[in-house]
C-alpha cells in the first residue's frame, strides 16, 4: 500500500511548484466539476498556520492526491475553501485525517469556529461535516458553476464526534 500523509504548506504560493498548482486545478475539476485556472488557486488567500494542507504520497512529494483550503475570516473562525480526495483513495479515513490535522493546527492559533460550503446534493459530505459539529446555517441558492444549490455549513471546531450506535 502507497504511504500517504497529509502536509502544511505555510507559504503554498511559493512552497509549490506550477506542476503541483496545475494538479490542484485538475484535482478540483475532477473531484468537484468545477474548473479554477492554477493562477486563480494559488491567489487564495489561505492562512499560513493551517491554510494549505495536501495529501501527498510519501514516496512521491509535490503531486496533490488530496486538498484541505482554508483562511481565516476573522479572529476566531475559519472558513474551509476546498477539501477534497482523489476519488479512488476516498472511505479510507483520509478526510478524517486532514479534518483533525486541520482543527488541531486552526485551534492552535485561535480559531474556536469554522465556516464552509457543501453542494446541497453532497449528502456524505454533510453527514462528514455533521458528525465534526457543523449544521446548516443557510442556503445558496444558485451558488455553484452548474447552477447547483449550495449549503452553508458552520460550527464548532472540534475533533470527531464519537458515533451513538
Not at 494538479?23 to 492554477?38: D, H, N
Request: with cysteine; hydrophobic share 40%; glycine share 10%.
Amino acid at each position: 500500500m502507497v504511504e500517504l500523509a497529509w502536509r502544511l504548506y505555510p507559504d503554498a504560493a511559493l512552497a509549490l511548484d506550477e506542476a503541483a498548482w496545475r494538479r490542484c486545478s485538475q484535482l478540483v475539476e475532477e473531484c468537484t466539476g468545477e474548473y479554477y485556472e492554477s493562477e486563480q488557486l494559488q491567489r487564495l488567500p489561505l492562512a499560513e498556520e493551517f491554510g494549505c494542507l495536501v495529501l501527498e504520497s510519501i514516496r512521491r512529494p509535490g503531486r496533490p492526491l488530496g486538498l484541505l483550503f482554508s483562511m481565516r475570516l476573522d479572529e476566531t473562525t475559519a472558513r474551509v475553501l476546498l477539501f477534497l480526495v482523489e476519488s479512488n483513495l476516498q472511505n479510507r479515513g483520509l478526510g478524517e485525517q486532514a479534518w483533525e490535522e486541520f482543527a488541531q493546527l486552526a485551534r492552535q492559533d485561535g480559531v474556536d469556529w469554522v465556516q464552509l460550503e457543501v453542494r446541497e446534493d453532497n449528502l456524505d459530505g454533510q453527514r462528514f461535516y455533521h458528525r465534526f459539529g457543523l449544521e446548516a446555517v443557510g442556503c445558496l441558492e444558485s451558488y455553484y458553476g452548474d447552477g447547483g444549490d449550495g449549503m452553508l455549513m458552520r460550527g464548532p471546531l472540534m475533533k470527531q464526534t464519537p458515533q451513538i450506535g
